[in-house]
Structures are given as C-alpha cells and as structure tokens.
C-alpha cells in the first residue's frame, strides 16, 4: 500500500465513451502527476499539479483532461480516445517543496481503446 | 537540463549471482539520484536515493547503490539476485532549477533465472 489509490485498476472503452480515471492520494502531498506508460516506450509524463494549479501540461492531446479538485483528488477525463491511447495511466504524488523527494504512485488504471 | 540514462534495455542474470543495474546522470550543482522498481502489472516503487554522504546507499529488498562522481554513474547493485527480483528498474532524478519534472530514465528489464 503506497497511499496513493487509483480507480478503476481495469478499463475497457469504445472510442465514443466518456470515462474518467481518479487518483487519491492520503499522504498530506501537494504535488500530483498523471504518467502514460506504454509498452516499449519511456514513461511519459502528461500532466503535473502542484497546489492545485496545473503546471505542467507536455502537448497532450485535448481528448485527456485532467482536473485537481483538492490537493488530495486527481482524474483525468477521457474522451474520444483512440486505440493507441491504450496503455497503463499512473498516477503519482509527492512533496513540491521537497526537492530530495520521491514520487508515490499508485498501482495504475489499465486502460484499453477499442 | 537534469538527464538520467540506462544504457542497458535489459539484464539477465542467473539466481545466486550478483546484479548490476547501470545509471548515468547529467545533473547541474549536486546530484540527488533515485532508483525505482516496478513489478508486473503494478505501479513503479521507490526502492532507495543518493542526496549526500557516503556514496553506497542501502535500499528496499536488499538492494544498494554506488554512486560515483567521476564516473558520473548511480549503478544498482544486489549480492545475490532472486527470481522474484525480476521486474523493471528506472533510474530518476528529481525536479530542479523550477521545474516540477522529475526525469526517469527508460527503464532496464532485469530477468532472473532460476
């Protein structure tokens, strides 16, 4: 148990679903991220939010949005997503201020696009 | 610009024997290094850091890692390797000059063979 919970762990969708994948983080952290990892490729980190506000944004395409309601609550929203945006969704979180920290992730929303 | 690299895509190592993990860095000011496994179908753990003092740092599951200023390098390393060691290992440097990205490495596949 890392403390950081991602639901679901399991996600099958049509390219026409709405869906949202929730992280929740019980640590008292103020920063959290939403990695993609693809099989064969590097972790590719997609969004950050440090206090709340989102600092990060690396070029992902408008069909993922993310939304940090508290310091605690991470989802990021799908929406017309195509095949190859199945992969595993991590989550994670850690201190900001803390530059010697480490990250805390969950254990991941797999995700499949039919 | 903070740069981790694995040079290795994969190592395989017989049970019983010892394990070497390598790591470079590319870090301005003093490096803070991190290593990070991930087992099948789960997210990534952290198993052990470098922020300062002595250059072998014991970590999770009996794993250590030396870091070497000359050689630029933060290898993993284990005695004696187990079956249940076989995961993905990620070498990572945290976030530094304002920025909120951490930088991972591609990650090494180790295999264990009985």
């Known amino acids: 148990e890392t403390g950081v919970t991602q639901t679901p762990r399991h996600l099958v969708m049509g390219m026409t679903n709405k869906k949202s994948l929730k992280c929740e983080q019980h640590l008292g952290h103020n920063a959290m991220y939403w990695y993609k990892q693809s099989a064969k490729k590097p972790l590719e980190l997609m969004f950050v939010y440090s206090l709340e506000e989102r600092v990060e944004n690396n070029s992902v395409p408008s069909r993922f949005s993310p939304e940090c309601p508290n310091s605690s609550h991470l989802f990021l929203h799908l929406h017309t997503l195509q095949p190859e945006d199945s992969a595993l969704y991590l989550c994670?979180?850690?201190?900001?201020?803390?530059?010697?920290?480490?990250?805390?992730f969950g254990e991941g929303s797999r995700l499949t696009v039919l | 610009a903070q740069s981790v690299a694995q040079p290795e895509d994969q190592v395989n190592v017989a049970e019983g024997n010892p394990l070497t993990v390598k790591c470079t860095y590319s870090v301005s000011g003093n490096p803070y290094l991190f290593w990070y496994v991930q087992y099948p179908n789960r997210g990534l753990q952290f198993l052990l850091k470098y922020i300062t003092g002595d250059n072998l740092v014991k970590g999770s599951y009996g794993f250590e890692a030396e870091f070497n200023k000359s050689q630029t390098s933060f290898h993993l390393k284990k005695p004696s390797a187990l079956v249940s060691d076989s995961a993905l290992y990620f070498c990572?440097?945290?976030?530094?000059?304002?920025?909120?990205?951490?930088?991972f490495g591609r990650g090494t596949s180790l295999i264990v063979h009985p």
């Open positions: 990572a440097t945290p976030p530094g000059g304002g920025s909120y990205i951490p930088t």
């Open positions: 994670a979180s850690s201190q900001a201020s803390g530059l010697a920290g480490e990250l805390f």
